[in-house]
């Protein structure tokens, strides 16, 4: 019934109390879901009234119409449905962090894991839990049918095939005897499986309780066996959550749906409070923040940040989520929902190494040996301790992670391979990256600016192979050379192909002041000189 349950949702309308004239709108009470299959229609899902009108999954949609003329039919969408279902999963992140949709669930329908260990007293135990989980869904418009077990299997049989009176909640180690009386589909076995035992007479789960495991393995394999002792806590069966559990989660819920901004900011500074100190306690800092809200009419929105370094800091971490908050609706969908619940999850950390705060100092860089430019020149290096990685995570935020870059090494003797750029809230470069000072980049003249990708220049006036030339053109201006030095020799790199060929480079200036980066690329032996490139400009 959830592939029905969520079209009616959608439809906006609620379903009326006799059919209508027109069966093929989501406004009759009386509707499946059909898809194609080897040619003709089967159904896919039915609502309450078509399955009391002995209509089933799998039937042909002709049948169908048969025993209901006026059958509403819509087209089954299996994607949708199982989004949908993923969503429905998020939003049960309210009662437990370890929420899954389930994946073998027959197409059309929906079903959810929920492992509440540890979190039912939060909402006045296991009773109160199922019934305000049952009340909200129906408010979004699904009819759900919970129950909580020992083991997902004990749980899964009792919430389907359980009896109208019988009590949800399987007592502590009764499975066994609960179980004994349900049918044999309890089990979620194939329909094959359960056509063959009840052929055989095995039609309740007590019933297969004392045959031999050697008969049931023979006849069945162990698919049988299997599921009994899943489902009697004789063998485990995990559930994987929908996504993986963050090791640092705090959750905060609220009396009643908040929609103001300042109250969504202070639950967030209260969360991040705790799970600072936590962190402070253990010797972590956050890497990567998730903040979820979950609202009244069961959609979610998430907001993430990132650091560049571990930090647990709860002023800096708020700083870095305030320009997020501000496009976070609590409204939702419907325009005036508002905020139940508040999670903040924390699924990346590292370990936290306090460092001592260095004055910024001044460090010579290789000179230019043209006489007039570089020769005094230095430049002021930061060394990237809190204050740039602070910076760098408000950059982060405001422009997108992917927006921040982060310069490494990397060894290779030509220019642009020489040098790597990833996002700096990733960490620190790959290892392997050589350090400043080592010999790919010790005591070289480089351009401040570099080009990416070196761009051919027209050379106007050529002195000789040996020396630079006298003018060249460069994106349509003439540049007449005053002062050069040079060449500094560059091997190709062999590994690369026949294609890489070795460059002789030159400093030069023109008469405008402005210096430049130019190589000539050898061809052949080395010795052959080939075309004129601009690869940089000095400040």
């Not at 299997?153 to 349900?182: I, N, T």
């Not at 600016?449 to 020396?467: C, H, K, M, N, S």
Request: hydrophobic share 40%.
């Amino acid at each position: 019934m959830f592939a029905i349950d969520r079209l009616t949702r959608a439809s906006g309308k609620p379903r009326p109390e006799s059919p209508q004239p027109e069966p093929s709108t989501l406004e009759s009470r009386t509707l499946v879901t059909a898809t194609g299959e080897h040619g003709r229609l089967v159904v896919v899902a039915t609502s309450r009234e078509a399955m009391i009108g002995g209509i089933a999954p799998s039937m042909p949609l002709a049948d169908a119409r048969a025993l209901i003329p006026g059958l509403g039919v819509w087209q089954a969408d299996l994607v949708g449905d199982a989004k949908a279902l993923a969503r429905l999963a998020g939003w049960c992140a309210r009662y437990t962090p370890w929420a899954a949709a389930e994946e073998t669930t027959p197409a059309g329908t929906g079903g959810l894991w929920l492992d509440i260990t540890g979190c039912a007293h939060l909402f006045g135990g296991e009773h109160a839990l199922l019934d305000d989980l049952i009340k909200r869904l129906g408010r979004f418009g699904f009819t759900a049918q919970a129950a909580i077990g020992d083991t997902p299997g004990s749980a899964w049989a009792w919430a389907r095939f359980r009896g109208s009176e019988d009590d949800p909640v399987l007592p502590r180690g009764g499975a066994r005897a609960a179980l004994a009386a349900l049918p044999v589909t309890a089990l979620r076995l194939g329909p094959s499986v359960v056509e063959t035992l009840g052929k055989l007479g095995l039609r309740r789960i007590g019933e297969l309780y004392e045959l031999p495991r050697a008969a049931l393995a023979a006849r069945f394999g162990d698919g049988v066996q299997r599921r009994i002792d899943q489902a009697l806590d004789l063998l485990d069966e995990p559930i994987s959550p929908r996504r993986p559990i963050a090791p640092f989660v705090a959750r905060l819920a609220f009396p009643e749906p908040v929609s103001q901004p300042a109250d969504i900011a202070g639950a967030l500074e209260r969360l991040l409070a705790s799970l600072c100190a936590r962190l402070e306690t253990e010797h972590l800092g956050a890497r990567r923040l998730a903040f979820t809200i979950h609202r009244s009419d069961a959609s979610i929105a998430t907001v993430t940040v990132g650091a560049s370094r571990p930090v647990h800091d709860p002023n800096h971490l708020m700083r870095l989520f305030a320009p997020k908050l501000e496009r976070l609706d609590p409204a939702g969908l419907d325009g005036h929902s508002g905020v139940e619940v508040a999670v903040l999850a924390i699924p990346a950390v590292a370990a936290f190494t306090a460092e001592q705060t260095k004055i910024p100092r001044l460090d010579a860089v290789a000179a230019c040996p043209l006489k007039r430019p570089l020769e005094h020149t230095r430049t002021r290096r930061l060394d990237p301790g809190p204050n740039i990685a602070a910076l760098a995570d408000r950059l982060a935020g405001r422009l997108g992670a992917a927006n921040v870059l982060a310069l490494g090494l990397r060894e290779s003797h030509w220019p642009e391979r020489a040098a790597t750029a990833h996002p700096i809230l990733d960490g620190p470069p790959p290892p392997g990256s050589p350090t400043e000072g080592s010999s790919a980049c010790a005591g070289l003249a480089r351009p401040l600016r570099l080009l990416g990708r070196p761009e051919p220049i027209e050379v106007t006036a050529e002195a000789d192979a040996a020396q630079p030339p006298a003018a060249f053109r460069w994106r349509a201006l003439t540049h007449r050379i005053a002062r050069s030095e040079g060449p500094e020799r560059i091997e190709a790199e062999w590994w690369r192909g026949r294609h890489a060929h070795a460059r002789d480079y030159y400093r030069v200036e023109d008469r405008e002041g402005r210096r430049f980066w130019l190589y000539r690329e050898l061809a052949g032996n080395g010795q052959s000189p080939g075309r004129w490139f601009l690869h940089g400009a000095f400040a």
